[in-house]
C-alpha cells in the first residue's frame, strides 16, 4: 500500500477532532424562521452571507449618527447550562445591548451574535437564537447575522458563551443627554423585572449558602421554581422609550442601571457639576433583592453598587414633564414613579435619602 493509501485510510477528520461542520449546517437553516421574523425597514435580507447589510435611507434616517454597543450575560449563563433552560438567555444578550443604545437617544437597528460552544447542539443553540429573536423583536431591531464557534477544548461539558453586538441611529442633533440637563429636574425610575443580567456571581454564591437545588421553590415567588426565577429576562425598555422621545417629552438623561448599580451608572450620564439625590424609600424593591440581602448578609450600599434593586432605567426629565412622562410609561406597560431629583454637586455624584425595603 503507497503512503498516500495510508494517508487516506488512516486520516482525522474535521469531525473527529470535534467539529461537526452539519450541525453547524443544520443549526443554520433551523433558526433561518427565527432571524426572519426579526425583519424590519432597512433589513430583509437573509443570513448566511459574509456580512450583514442594513439601509440607513430605507429605515428613514436622513442625517443619522451611529451609535454601537456590545456585552454579554455574564455567569447567568451558568443557571441556563445548569438547568438547561435556554429558552430566554438570548433575550437577556440583546437587552444588555439595546438597553445601552437607547440611553444615547438612538433606535437600534440591527443585532449579531456570537455564540461559543465546545460541542454544538443544534436543539440548544436553536433554542438561545429564537431567545435572541424574541429580544429582537421586542427592541425592534433586525438580526442580520452572527457567528457560531465549536471549540472541543476551549469549553468543558455543555458550557458556552454568548456575546452580542447593536447599532443603532440618531439623527444628528438629537443625541442623549442633553446639554440643556440641569439642577431640578426630575429623576423618574422604570422598574426591573428582576435580577437582568448582572450580580450573579453573587447571586449563585447566595443560592450556595441557601442550601436550595435549583429545582426548589424560590423563596421570593412561591409556586416557581428557583432557577426559573433567577432566570426572568432582562427587560427591554426600547419602544416606550423610543415613543416618549417621539412625544416629545423632555427626557434629557437615560441610565441603563446594569454592573455597578446606582452608585456606578448615574453619574455615566451627567455633567461633573450635577449630582443626582435618589429617595429610596420611593423605589420598589422586589422581594428576589431582599432574599439575596438577609441569606447573603450584603448590606444596602453593597446591594446599591451590585444590583439594579428594582429600577432597569432611570430618566432625568424637565420637572413640568415629569408626570406626563409617568402616565406615558404606565400607559405602556412599564412601573414607573418619581424617584428623586437632580441637584448641584458638592460631593458625592450619587446621593441617598431613606432605606430600601429590603
Given at each position: 500500500?503507497?503512503?498516500?493509501?495510508?494517508?487516506?485510510?488512516?486520516?482525522?477528520?474535521?469531525?473527529?477532532?470535534?467539529?461537526?461542520?452539519?450541525?453547524?449546517?443544520?443549526?443554520?437553516?433551523?433558526?433561518?424562521?427565527?432571524?426572519?421574523?426579526?425583519?424590519?425597514?432597512?433589513?430583509?435580507?437573509?443570513?448566511?452571507?459574509?456580512?450583514?447589510?442594513?439601509d440607513?435611507?430605507?429605515?428613514?434616517f436622513?442625517?443619522?449618527?451611529?451609535?454601537?454597543?456590545?456585552?454579554?450575560?455574564?455567569?447567568?449563563?451558568?443557571?441556563?447550562?445548569?438547568?438547561?433552560?435556554?429558552?430566554?438567555?438570548?433575550?437577556?444578550?440583546?437587552?444588555?445591548?439595546?438597553?445601552?443604545?437607547?440611553?444615547?437617544?438612538?433606535?437600534?437597528?440591527?443585532?449579531?451574535?456570537?455564540?461559543?460552544?465546545?460541542?454544538?447542539?443544534?436543539?440548544q443553540?436553536?433554542?438561545?437564537?429564537?431567545?435572541?429573536?424574541q429580544?429582537?423583536?421586542?427592541?425592534?431591531?433586525?438580526?442580520?447575522?452572527?457567528?457560531?464557534?465549536?471549540?472541543?477544548?476551549?469549553?468543558?461539558?455543555?458550557?458556552y458563551?454568548?456575546?452580542?453586538?447593536?447599532?443603532?441611529?440618531?439623527?444628528?442633533?438629537?443625541?442623549?443627554?442633553?446639554?440643556?440637563?440641569?439642577a431640578?429636574?426630575?429623576?423618574?425610575?422604570?422598574a426591573?423585572?428582576?435580577?437582568?443580567?448582572?450580580?450573579?456571581?453573587?447571586?449563585?454564591?447566595?443560592?450556595?449558602?441557601?442550601?436550595?437545588?435549583?429545582?426548589?421553590?424560590?423563596?421570593?415567588?412561591?409556586?416557581?421554581?428557583?432557577?426559573?426565577?433567577?432566570?426572568?429576562?432582562?427587560?427591554?425598555?426600547?419602544?416606550?422609550?423610543?415613543?416618549?422621545?417621539?412625544?416629545?417629552?423632555?427626557?434629557?438623561?437615560?441610565?441603563?442601571?446594569?454592573?455597578?448599580?446606582?452608585?456606578?451608572?448615574?453619574?455615566?450620564?451627567?455633567?461633573?457639576?450635577?449630582?443626582?439625590?435618589?429617595?429610596?424609600?420611593?423605589?420598589?424593591?422586589?422581594?428576589?433583592?431582599?432574599w439575596?440581602?438577609?441569606?447573603?448578609?450584603?448590606?444596602?450600599?453593597?446591594?446599591?453598587?451590585?444590583?439594579?434593586c428594582?429600577?432597569?432605567?432611570?430618566?432625568?426629565?424637565?420637572?413640568?414633564?415629569?408626570?406626563?412622562?409617568?402616565?406615558?410609561?404606565?400607559?405602556?406597560?412599564?412601573?414607573?414613579?418619581?424617584?428623586?431629583?437632580?441637584?448641584?454637586?458638592?460631593?458625592?455624584?450619587?446621593?441617598?435619602?431613606?432605606t430600601?425595603?429590603?
Amino acid at each position: 500500500m503507497s503512503d498516500k493509501q495510508n494517508l487516506t485510510s488512516n486520516g482525522l477528520s474535521y469531525k473527529q477532532a470535534g467539529v461537526d461542520i452539519d450541525a453547524g449546517n443544520a443549526l443554520v437553516e433551523a433558526i433561518k424562521p427565527a432571524v426572519r421574523s426579526t425583519r424590519r425597514p432597512g433589513a430583509d435580507g437573509e443570513i448566511g452571507g459574509f456580512g450583514g447589510l442594513f439601509d440607513l435611507k430605507a429605515a428613514g434616517f436622513v442625517d443619522p449618527v451611529l451609535v454601537a454597543a456590545n456585552d454579554g450575560v455574564g455567569t447567568k449563563l451558568k443557571i441556563a447550562i445548569e438547568t438547561g433552560n435556554h429558552a430566554t438567555i438570548g433575550q437577556d444578550l440583546v437587552a444588555m445591548c439595546v438597553n445601552d443604545i437607547i440611553v444615547q437617544g438612538a433606535e437600534p437597528l440591527f443585532f449579531l451574535d456570537y455564540f461559543a460552544t465546545g460541542k454544538l447542539d443544534v436543539e440548544q443553540g436553536t433554542a438561545i437564537v429564537e431567545g435572541i429573536a424574541q429580544g429582537c423583536r421586542l427592541a425592534g431591531c433586525a438580526l442580520i447575522g452572527g457567528e457560531t464557534a465549536e471549540m472541543p477544548g476551549m469549553y468543558a461539558g455543555k458550557d458556552y458563551d454568548l456575546a452580542g453586538f447593536a447599532v443603532g441611529a440618531a439623527e444628528r442633533g438629537t443625541l442623549l443627554p442633553r446639554p440643556d440637563i440641569a439642577a431640578g429636574d426630575t429623576l423618574v425610575a422604570i422598574a426591573s423585572s428582576g435580577v437582568h443580567s448582572n450580580g450573579y456571581s453573587l447571586v449563585r454564591k447566595i443560592v450556595g449558602l441557601s442550601g436550595l437545588d435549583w429545582t426548589a421553590d424560590a423563596p421570593f415567588a412561591p409556586g416557581t421554581q428557583l432557577s426559573e426565577a433567577l432566570l426572568t429576562p432582562t427587560r427591554i425598555y426600547v419602544k416606550p422609550l423610543l415613543a416618549a422621545l417621539k412625544a416629545r417629552l423632555a427626557i434629557k438623561a437615560l441610565a441603563h442601571i446594569t454592573g455597578g448599580g446606582f452608585i456606578d451608572n448615574i453619574p455615566r450620564v451627567l455633567p461633573d457639576h450635577l449630582a443626582a439625590h435618589v429617595d429610596l424609600n420611593a423605589v420598589t424593591v422586589p422581594k428576589v433583592f431582599g432574599w439575596l440581602s438577609r441569606v447573603g448578609g450584603v448590606d444596602q450600599h453593597e446591594m446599591l453598587r451590585t444590583f439594579n434593586c428594582g429600577v432597569g432605567m432611570l430618566v432625568a426629565v424637565a420637572p413640568d414633564d415629569a408626570e406626563r412622562l409617568v402616565e406615558h410609561l404606565n400607559a405602556a406597560g412599564e412601573i414607573a414613579a418619581v424617584v428623586g431629583t437632580l441637584t448641584a454637586r458638592s460631593g458625592e455624584a450619587v446621593t441617598f435619602a431613606g432605606t430600601l425595603a429590603l
